[in-house]
């Protein structure tokens, strides 16, 4: 069983617990930390989806990421899912987005890791990633505008996007 923190929509922590898998109630949040990973050398990884998971199965994402575990941070989650998603351990990290989005009582920190790891070297979760790709600029913006890419992910990272391709014609 994954206990979370529950928050206030201000990022207060309240003192409850959440449990994962069951319904947020009224006037609480979780937290979710994710991660775009970009090469020292200029490409940006794409992870698989597992096809068995509920949520975009089998989907190509740009981003790892989790819920954190009780009492800990953000930044910290994000340097554990990424570890236990990818087994890049170190790099640059860097928040780019933060959004409350009300429908599914979530607050999400976004983070960019700029690292030099062996890019050969990606370990996949099992139950979480299936493959993993890495991408040029140019072939990472054709898949943002590509439709294939999850669009609440790409909406939430929309502002750091265009910051690295001023041109980009996403529709958010």
């Known amino acids: 069983m994954e206990l979370w923190d529950a928050y206030t929509r201000d990022e207060v922590r309240t003192g409850k617990t959440l449990v994962r898998d ?51 941070a953000a930044i910290d989650c994000a340097k554990r899912e990424l570890r236990e998603e990818t087994g890049i351990a170190s790099g640059v990290f860097t928040e780019i987005a933060r959004q409350v989005v009300e429908p599914i009582h979530t607050l999400y920190h976004t983070y960019l890791c700029v690292t030099a790891a062996e890019k050969d070297s990606i370990r996949l979760q099992q139950g979480e990633t299936v493959s993993y790709r890495w991408l040029d600029a140019a072939a990472f913006r054709a898949f943002l505008m590509s439709g294939q890419a999850i669009d609440h992910q790409v909406r939430r990272m929309t502002p750091f996007f265009r910051t690295l391709f001023p041109d980009i014609a996403l529709p958010y």
């Open 22 to 72: 069951e319904p947020i109630p009224d006037g609480l949040y979780h937290l979710v930390s994710e991660i775009l990973v970009r090469h020292t050398d200029g490409t940006f990884l794409l992870m698989q989806r597992d096809p068995a998971k509920k949520a975009y199965p089998g989907c190509w994402e740009a981003t790892a990421g989790g819920s954190p575990l009780v009492g800990e």
